[in-house]
């Protein structure tokens, strides 16, 4: 089993930047990839960013493209989010995810039900 805990939230003014951090802890070993997602009130849950944990590979969505760079550390137990030119429509609690299967034909690693563990959130506000 994975535990998973966010740090790094806050409030900034449009155009700041936040860097958040994820730490990963219990059976680590088992996570190919992790997420970083944001629910907006009101909103659906959103993917952001995702890493390959081996690799390192990242995917960012395209409304972040840019702006946001995941990455992780050299343990691969901590993952972290650097958001530049942040902007008030990207307020939103931030979670992270751990997905433990490979991503085979048909995975979509930027949709929620994709991953096993989350952890409890961090808050992002944007004010202009």
């Known amino acids: 089993q994975v535990q998973l805990g966010e740090s790094g939230g806050g409030s900034v003014l449009a155009g700041g930047s936040l860097r958040l951090s994820c730490a990963a802890s219990g059976y680590t070993d088992s996570i190919n990839y992790m997420g970083w997602f944001r629910q907006a009130p009101g909103k659906e849950r959103e993917g952001v960013a995702v890493?390959?944990?081996?690799?390192?590979?990242?995917l960012s969505d395209d409304s972040v493209e840019g702006r946001f760079t995941i990455s992780q550390d050299n343990t691969k137990r901590t993952v972290y989010l650097q958001m530049n030119s942040l902007q008030p429509e990207d307020t939103a609690m931030y979670y992270c995810?751990?997905?433990?299967?490979?991503?085979?034909?048909?995975?979509?690693?930027?949709?929620?039900?994709?991953?096993?563990?989350w952890g409890p959130g961090t808050q992002v506000t944007v004010s202009s």
């Open positions: 995810a751990a997905r433990t299967k490979n991503c085979a034909e048909g995975c979509r690693l930027f949709y929620p039900y994709e991953y096993d563990s």
């Open positions: 890493i390959h944990i081996q690799s390192g590979n990242s």
